[in-house]
């Protein structure tokens, strides 16, 4: 992980292309899940558009941070957080998808007044959504306890998908130079938006490549102590890193994400 995303894109603006501006689940059980992110993140919820099914967006204190959807009872699908990159043209961007490697597997389609999506994924299999946002720009806040801090793809090697991400969203790249350590920062106008991390045989083999979401916390330690009371899994415990303290979790239908407390 390197430092959190910046505002840019919210108090009413639109989000640059390829800014990520919204995070999503698909669950089998809306309402435990609501109940498990809303103890943890004090997160209350509102209908959402419903073209993918039944569908609720998270808030916090009136702001809308995230969104949680409904699966399929047929759809056996992995229960994961998706970050949504910011397009100006959604058809356009599906189609740079394809042509570099990537599948596109919903969309794109309107999602009623909100905006329109793609879910895609990249060569190497992990799965993220395209917004071209119109009444629903995105998140509406970030950068405080409860709200997406930053978004990683853990994948086998960065240089397998780095090239594949900067041509579909108009990265600038800055590798880690290093030995022992693969990762690339993507950048939007010289601002860090995301990163790659490239762990090879530590990637887990039921999972294969995919993104993972930080949240905010105002103490990842006891985050993660809340968490398995509510019913979630501790996956890797809190430890300090050089951009603050993190825990990775998952929650009670086996979906990963991570809680840091960005040194700022």
Sequence with gaps: MTEARGSTGLNGTAYPPGTPCWVSLMVHGMATTQDFYGALFGWEFQPGPQQLGPYVRALLDGNQVAGIGQLQ?????????TPYFASDDVDLTAATVRHCGGTVGVGPLDAGEAGRLAIASDPAGAVFGIWQAAEHLGADLTGVPGTPAWDELLTIDTSLVAKFYETTFGYQEEPVVSADFDYVTLR????PVAGIHGIGNALPRDRGPHWLTYFEVTD???AARHALALGGHLLQPAHDTP?????TLADSEGAKFAVVHTER
């Design 73 to 81: 009872p047929d759809r056996h699908l992995p229960i994961a957080w």
């Design 188 to 191: 939007i106008e010289g601002r």
């Design 220 to 222: 990842p330690d006891e």
């Design 243 to 247: 951009h603050g303290r993190v825990a």
